[in-house]
């Protein structure tokens, strides 16, 4: 998953290089290719990275999580895409906000309720050719004829008022690169 290891990337360089990074998932998830390639992507990236495991997603499990983070002494968060974080994402950017880390997020909703960066496919694309294929497949089109897309739209989100209360002095490169900044 090269996303993984751009997010890390872009983690990198918004902030001082971190050295302990939590990647926020449920246990399933970093038991399964998707954890090992995040690990992968964080060694490649010269960086500690430790599984901050969900027993289940809610609000309490959260809690726990980020109160047991203080003693891990984690200096940066990659939250993963399992979509069960959307409906937890004001608690989660409000709990990343306490414990005074810098978080890179997997969705766009994230930065919109005051995440650092988001960076993922484009989903409204994603949507948008999921409706074409469908009318196609309705209208008698035979699914084993139909391309196969690789996802090649991405948009990087940046929430400046989150950086300066995190004291980041994001480089002009980065927010360049931002399909939005938020401020």
Do not use: C
């Amino acid at each position: 998953m090269e996303i993984l290891g751009k997010r890390i990337g872009l983690l990198i360089e918004a902030t001082s290089k971190p050295y302990n990074a939590g990647y926020l998932a449920s246990r399933l998830n970093w038991e399964r290719p998707i954890g090992a390639a995040a690990r992968e992507a964080g060694k490649l990236a010269g960086i500690s990275l430790t599984g901050v495991l969900l027993a289940s997603f809610n609000e309490g499990e959260y809690r726990r999580i980020f109160s047991a983070l203080k003693e891990d002494r984690v200096d940066a968060i990659i939250v993963s895409e399992e979509t069960e974080h959307i409906t937890y994402r004001v608690l989660l950017v409000e709990l990343v906000a306490k414990s005074l880390v810098p978080a890179v997020y997997p969705y766009r909703e994230f930065a919109e309720v005051g995440g650092l960066i988001s960076y993922s496919i484009d989903l409204a694309d994603v949507y948008r050719r999921l409706a074409n294929l469908t009318d196609k497949i309705l209208k008698g089109a035979n699914p084993a004829d139909i391309p196969f897309y690789q996802e090649t739209k991405f948009e990087l989100i940046v929430n400046l008022k989150t950086a300066k209360a995190l004291r980041l002095e994001l480089p002009p490169m980065l927010l360049g690169r931002a399909d939005e900044v938020i401020e």
